[in-house]
């Protein structure tokens, strides 16, 4: 085994989900009818070693919650979170010192946990690159320099050098991703600026993806098919080199993170699970009506056994 394929091999590449408690996940990815005691959470963190907590966007936790959230996923030792930025930073643009504050005590538990792979800073399409709006960038990223930090543009002027040079200074991931080939769209990139690197797939539902008759249900309704994830493999893989090469992505946190987007119907979990397996070749253990529902997945995946079935 050649030495960088192995050090390539310590710089993990977690997979999962953007949040994990959707009403249309149940009885596809989640029981119909679930017994008492049955955790969303657990589950996700059972098949996969991330998952990026929306929640955080719409409002600031407690830090109670995100000390529990720590303790959901205490059987797998790989897991970490990536945890949406309140969107007072991001899209209202007026949180001041308070929110900070406020911030930063909710998500410290995580972190404190080794259980924080970064905080996503997700900007809109609307958030263009200016000199003002990398100045706002340069000032966000100096205010939480205590975490692992990612930004995600939504409009292809971002895709500057100038732009990655300044991540690469605060020491934050450009988030790469992918989302419909529309005018102004960032297109898919792969670029390694920080410790992490960070995929988000937002699907291609092109015709609901701008405009008033669309919602966040009808844009990210999306199933991707075995080769038009393939080529991600590859970019997976290749920033998971890159990070290998630098002596970055070691550590409990850092790495690589794929992140599925595409929820409606759980067709995000149905896509991680085929990455993870296209990655690893791991087989999982999974309900069946996510193995009826999606047919990719059956192939790849077992259904409970008698005794698992109080697990699903």
């Known amino acids: 085994m050649s030495s960088d394929l192995s050090a390539s091999r310590d710089v993990p590449i977690r997979v999962g989900t953007a949040g994990w408690s959707y009403e249309d996940w149940n009885g596809i990815v989640y029981p119909g009818k679930p017994e008492r005691g049955f955790d969303q959470l657990a589950m996700m963190a059972s098949l996969f070693d991330t998952n990026e907590i929306n929640s955080t966007f719409y409002r600031i936790p407690d830090p109670r919650m995100t000390e529990g959230w720590a303790r959901r996923v205490a059987h797998n030792p790989r897991f970490a979170f990536t945890a949406k930025l309140f969107r007072g930073f991001t899209h209202e643009r007026k949180a001041g010192a308070a929110e900070e504050k406020e911030y930063a005590r909710a998500i410290e538990p995580l972190a404190s946990a080794g259980r924080l792979g970064c905080v996503l800073a997700q900007f809109p399409f609307s958030f263009r690159n200016t000199g003002e709006s990398r100045d706002w960038i340069d000032a966000l990223l ?15 002027s971002w895709d500057d050098p100038a732009v990655l040079d300044l991540l690469s200074e605060r020491r934050a991931a450009f988030v790469n991703i992918d989302q419909p080939k529309l005018e102004g769209n960032l297109p898919g990139t792969s670029h390694v600026t920080g410790p992490i690197a960070y995929f988000r797939f937002h699907g291609r539902n092109a015709p609901k993806w701008f405009g008033p008759d669309t919602s966040n249900i009808e844009r990210y309704n999306y199933l991707y098919s075995a080769a038009e994830l393939e080529p991600w493999i590859g970019r997976l893989r290749k920033a998971q080199e890159t990070l290998s090469k630098s002596g970055e992505g070691g550590g409990a946190a850092k790495g690589v993170y794929a992140i599925l987007n595409n929820h409606f119907r759980g067709q995000a979990v149905a896509n991680a699970l085929e990455i993870e397996n296209t990655l690893g070749g791991r087989t999982f253990t999974v309900p069946e009506t996510l193995r009826e529902t999606y047919p990719m997945v059956a192939a790849i995946s077992r259904g409970p056994a008698a005794r698992q079935r109080k697990l699903f």
């Open 142 to 156: 100096a205010k939480f320099q205590r975490f692992p930090m990612a930004v995600e543009f939504r409009h292809e």
